[in-house]
């Protein structure tokens, strides 16, 4: 694929606001037509900000966005041809749905006949057809959220841009709305650009995600590779849980490093970004891939573990204990029948496979 | 059972004991303001009303007339007790100075009764004995005229509806019908008109000058905005009539625009910027443009900036952005401003006395005229319920359309 077979393409793009500090410091990104991509991040650390540099409403300090093969720099918003849903859904609160709907298409000049089609067509997409009269205060949120999402589709853009879309709704509507977008993208074959903060979102919506941090993008994977291979210490702490453990490396062999932890004991890792021996790691390993007394086959070593607290959630078992110095250290047991069960003060044996520890470099 | 029948009306006394709590700490708390609202506001707007058809002291001034002339049919001349009866009022009414009054009130509705009544009343005294009929119409001949008799037997009843009929340009013909005045006579409601009319211009300047201060105040970062807000209300610390004053100062022939427009060359002769309708308008719409910012200030402020850019991306230029989806929002704060200024307007006095000329008079101009110079506190009168009826049926009209309940300020 040559660069410009990508649908948008963001070229070593800046934005600052105050001339002094940068919110996107030398932003590289390359989407693919038809593709869900997700900017994840916590709030501040620039997605929203590249998204509106997309759209229009804001300008790059430096750098160029490339869409459709053409840099849009200089094109405004109107011209761009792009959806984009709202976080607060930016339904017009003076019109109805149906008028809603019809803005796009009256503003590009469409006749009254194919207008009135398009509008029937996309409230029977969301199966609203018979809400085209009410007003946007009449509808619910899970209403309007699907009503702001076939607004910015009616005019058959090619690409949608969405902004939190689902910040207000409650926990189910959000998740019965993630799959409904997830079939209207791929029954429509748009290419989606997607902002949230919540990362369960993106790992169920997403074909790429790229993960914000401080005006930089820290990793841009599948949310398979997100999940089990975080490049660095922030993406292993962003996406999902993960314990943390501080040691310096020891010695590395064939990608695994061995870690003396703060405490002494010894463990194994892969080594991520750690490069060479005498250095301080940070390890990460995920709660569910501890192992409590682990068989010595599986395990590449056990240590010593003393439990605090247990947390009993029905299908798992939350288990708070210290391990390696760390007072936080979370596993989660899994409640079948042949576990035993923990008591509270036991000391046990945990362990894990080296390639379920991630070992990355920290600065001193 | 029973013990639960017990305890539920208990509930209910209990219910309502709270409730009767909450309802007598209500009224306790709005009584000061509704006993000032009763002194100063309903009290005197209902004494306005029953002065604008009050009639009571010709009855006074006239006592046995007024009875005599309950007799009397009203066609042809009233018999010669009624004669009598007006010559023994004006017997007792000339010596106490009263009979002037009764003569400018019957003048009001026929011309010459002032002269009539001061005279005969000069010299009644000089007359002998009854009959008294023919005495009258011998000191002067209009006491044989039924109009002048038809004018006093309805100037007689306690009530007159002839100030009300007078600021709407009507009046009682010589047969007791209400009929129009002769057009070279009828002011008021043209003074009516025009006082809507420039009540409607100024709300229109205020509005064209007052949307884009707002607009610019409402997306301004906080400090401009509280700059913005300051400059706004200064216009509240210095008095109406200092304001006023100024604009004279600043508009005059040799003011400092017009100096300003010599000087530049854009004019060879200085304008006349004051003392006619457009100093009016400019003075005008000064003082009332905070009443239409604030309120469109307000709906501005409330509408989040990503309904613009909604339109935007969904292919509107900017403005057809502005226009479609902007403007329709501001829909409350525009109803709002517009009908506080134009109320307001339709109730100004000073600003058009000073600024104004004999052409830009509003008609509260013509309340204080009545009271100041004519002292005819009841046409005064007629004339402010007319202001009143007018202001309140504007408000009837566009106030619940536009919701104006649900503005707030600030």
Redesign the interface.
Known sequence: MTTDDFHVRFNRVQKSYDGVTLVVKDLNLNIGKGEFVTMLGPSGSGKTTCLMML???EAPTQGEIVFNGRPINNI???K?????V???Y?L???MTVAENLA??LQ??RMSKSETAQKVRRALDMVQMGEFGDRYPAQLSGGQQQRIALV??LV?DPELV?MDEPLGALDKQLREKMQYEIRHIHEQLGVTVVYVTHDQSEALTMSDRIAVFNDGVIQQLASPNDLYERPENSFVAQFIGENNELNGTVVSLNDGIAQVTLDNGEQVFALAVTVEEPDKPALLSIRPERVVINPDETGAAHTIEGHVHELIYLGDHIRCRMTVGGNEQFIVKVPNAANNRRLVVGEHVRVGWTAEDCRAFATLQ | MVEQAASGTNLRKKLQRTVRRKKIEAVGLTTPLFCVMLIFYFVPIGLMFYRSIDNSQMREILPATAKAIQQWDGEGLPGEPAYAAMVADMKHAYPNRTLARAGRRLNFDLVGFYSLLLKSGRKVSRLGGPPYKAALIKLDKKWGDPRYWKVLKRGLKNTTLIYLLAALDFRYNDNNRIVGVPDNQAIYRSIIARTIYISLSVTLLCLVIGFPIAYYMATATPRTRNILMILLLLVFWTSLLVRTLSWIVVLQKKGVVNSLLLSSGLVSHPLNLVFNRIGVYIAMTHVLLPFMVLPLYSVMRGIPPHYVRAARSLGATSIVAFIRVYIPQTKAGIGAGSLIVFIQALGYYITPALVGGPKDQMLSYFVAFFVNERVNWSMASALGVMLLVLTGSFYLIFGRRVGITNIKLG
Not at chain 1, 80 to 84: A, D, F, S, V
């Open positions: 759209a229009g409403f405004p918003p109107h761009r041809g792009i959806g984009m709202f976080q607060n930016a017009f609160p003076h803005f796009p503003v590009r607004r910015a005019f841009l």
